[in-house]
């Protein structure tokens, strides 16, 4: 039996102030954002964390399933932004991903557009947002990352080609608990300087490596063929496509493939 991640997380010492407020650790669950969501739907406070050691349904982005074995990280956060925070949950994951594994690990990661986060060119973590909007109150929202840490993606082929790990690329076994305290930490800061009116973007788009690449991307039955300009203050892509047009694409309506 894996020792509870939560624990050895919080014995180290978790400083934050609102990320972490409850933490919540599962053997196994249906899902870390069914649990966060059902958090959310109630009163729970912002700032609790879902984690679960394996998951039964667990999703990724456009409702794409994702892979659960045990030995990674699986976590969901609660969130009760502003409408103008909204947009910002999913960016902030992304970061927050991104600075743990590089402070831990020392590894380089970075962001292919929207959220996945890669190392090496492979992706080693999604992030996906959700949320529930009453009128012109963001009622909650979730944040999910799924983080691989000791996956072997060598057991399938499929995985092999274009996945990686936290401990594949770093040539040796990184404490879980490690990089979750630090993911936990990051994004509490970038939470508050949010709500401070701090945008993330600049640190978020120094982080994109599909800028400046030739891009397929599908949305609805439309597919956009150009170059990724970068995204705009929302973190939307502008995409220069072949004719010259520059077209702004948001991330919960497109599907990318790099070409």
Known sequence: ??????????????????????????????????????????????????VAEVQRAGRGR??????????????????????????????????????????????DPKIKWPNDLLIGGLKAAGILAESAIAGDTVWYAVLGVGMNVGLDTSQTEELSSFATSVNAAAGREVPREDLLRQFLM????????????????????????????????????????????????LGNLLLRLDDGTLVTLTAGDVTLSDH
């Not at 990320?19 to 406070?45: C, F, I, K």
């Open 186 to 233: 990051d994004l509490d800061a970038l939470y508050l300087a949010l709500g401070q009116g701090k945008s993330p973007i600049a640190e978020w788009q120094d982080l994109l490596e599909t800028t400046g690449q030739r891009l397929v991307a599908t949305w609805g039955d439309d597919t956009f063929t150009g170059v990724a300009e970068g995204t705009d203050e």
């Open 1 to 50: 039996m894996p020792p509870n991640l939560v624990a050895a997380t919080v014995r180290q010492g978790l400083f934050t102030r609102i990320v972490g407020r409850r933490l919540l650790y599962y053997q196994e669950l249906s899902s870390t954002m069914d649990e966060a969501t059902r958090l959310g739907e109630g009163d729970a406070e912002e700032g609790a964390v879902v």
């Open 62 to 107: 456009q409702g794409r399933s994702w892979v659960s074995q045990p030995g990674n990280l699986l976590i969901s956060v609660l969130f009760r932004p502003t409408l103008e925070a909204l947009p910002f949950i999913s960016i902030i994951g992304g970061i927050a991903a991104a600075r743990a594994v590089r402070k831990v690990t020392g590894l």
